[in-house]
């Protein structure tokens, strides 16, 4: 049965063509930088906002249009996988990604839970065997279900932390069955909603020896996926203790995690966080923490995660410079957890939001590309810092200088003189290769 039977395979046409249901920027094949498109963007479709949502939202009820919905909720998890797999190929993405209870639903027990996974996971490894999608990574709801109301490896209750590792251990068996590339922790209740009743160091040791029990278990079995965690700020939890890039560094390192774990990041939980995406990624890629990316963008103007398809050319093109600069994304990808607008409901809209993405990522590329190999970047931080190439600035970089060493220079050099950044000049100058 085809679900989308309206719908051929996306091509790329070019940026002339009048056709909405083509690639006007996005050439899988196309070289850049010494990489085909395909190679750098490592496109992935997320199951949960493509076939599981339906546009509901805190204030109406959904308004989704699909055509697999009816039936028992078996029957409904079955026809999304069909469905997820024709639309995979039909956009020709190379990965997809899921949480656990996004591809089955949760039964009476833990029992009859896990063998509603292992029936879909079934249907997944067989079409994965007659075409090249793969999976990029898959991770473990314990936000949805009400057990998980005070967290779940934070939890105050010692049942719920042992039930969410249960439910780990059987992502991590799924993760190695579907040669998943990555396996993601995120978070959603792993927080605090009042600090008066919160014993905060013992939420985080106990977060922390979950994610070494995690680290045992995969070495038990076998699989050899990256472990990501990715940062979120706020919403649903008031303080959530993987807040940012630079927090959830700081807890790998004092917990000895770093070694094992690299970040997944996404643009909305930046927005949401009061950063820009490019400094989220900055601040893991020199830290050598990137390690995969959530392709989306927020409204500024909503204080929520909106989770909107990237369209911003501004920001992608910024993220996709510091992708470059990290010798790009290795085993993570560019990961679209994104869902179309409520006023978008039909299937064909599930389509047209990918393209326009895909379509905007393959711009950023491009143009992220020809910033590093012409140096814009480059040569701005090298002016900047040019006193630190030379004299007593070298001295500070190469550890030879002191307080002695620096009161005496600073009381012979009678004459500090500071240069002008110019930043509307090279804000404009960024317009110019990006429009």
């Given at each position: ?118 029936q879909i996971v079934a249907m997944f490894k067989d079409y994965m065997k007659t075409n090249n999608i793969k999976l990029l990574w898959n991770t473990a709801n314990m936000f949805t279900n009400p057990r998980f109301v005070h967290g779940a490896a934070t939890s105050s209750n010692a049942d719920v932390y042992a039930y969410a590792a249960a439910q780990v251990k059987k992502g991590l068996e799924t993760a190695k069955e579907l040669r998943s590339e990555n396996y993601v922790f995120w978070g959603g209740r792993e927080g605090y909603e009042s600090l008066y009743n919160t014993d905060l160091k013992l939420e985080m040791d106990n977060l922390a020896k979950f994610y070494h029990m995690a680290i045992d278990y995969a070495k038990e079995i076998g699989y050899t996926g990256q472990f990501l965690i990715e940062p979120k700020p706020k919403e649903p939890t008031k303080h959530q203790y993987d807040y940012d890039a ?190």
């Open positions: 049965m085809s679900y989308f039977q309206n719908i051929n395979k996306i091509k790329f046409e070019g940026k002339e063509s009048k056709n909405p249901f083509a690639f006007k920027h996005y050439n899988p094949q196309e070289i850049v930088s010494g990489k085909t498109m395909k190679e750098h963007l490592r496109f992935a479709v997320a199951y949960w906002h493509t076939f599981t949502a339906n546009g509901s939202d805190p204030f109406g009820a959904g308004t989704m249009i699909r055509p697999w919905d009816g039936g028992s909720a078996m029957d409904v998890a079955k026809k999304r996988a069909e469905a997820a797999f024709e639309l995979f190929e039909k956009l020709d993405v190379p990965y997809f990604c899921f949480h656990d209870r996004d591809i089955a639903p949760e039964g009476d027990t833990l029992q009859e839970t896990n063998s509603n996974l292992d630079a927090t959830t560094i700081a807890f790998l390192q004092k917990y000895d995690l770093h070694h094992d774990f690299k970040l997944n990041l996404e643009a909305n939980h930046a927005t949401l966080a009061g950063h820009t995406f490019e400094h989220e990624l900055r601040v893991a890629r020199v830290n050598g923490m990137l390690g995969s990316i959530d392709a989306n963008q927020g409204d500024l103007l909503l204080g929520w995660d909106t989770d909107e398809f990237p369209t911003d050319l501004y920001a992608v093109t910024l993220s996709m410079y510091e992708i470059l600069e990290n010798g790009g994304l290795h085993t993570g990808g560019v990961n679209f957890d994104a869902k179309v607008r409520r006023s978008s409901f039909e299937a064909e809209d599930l389509f047209l939001a990918h393209i326009a993405g895909m379509d905007t990522f393959a711009r950023g590329l491009k143009i992220a590309a020809r910033l590093k190999e012409e140096r814009f970047f480059d040569n701005l931080i090298d002016k900047r810092y040019a006193s630190f190439k030379e004299g007593i600035g070298l001295d500070i970089v190469n550890g030879k200088a002191d307080f002695k060493a620096l009161e005496t220079y600073t009381m012979q050099n009678k004459n500090i003189k500071n240069a002008s950044d110019r930043i509307e000049h090279v804000k404009a100058a960024l317009n110019e290769y990006i429009f």
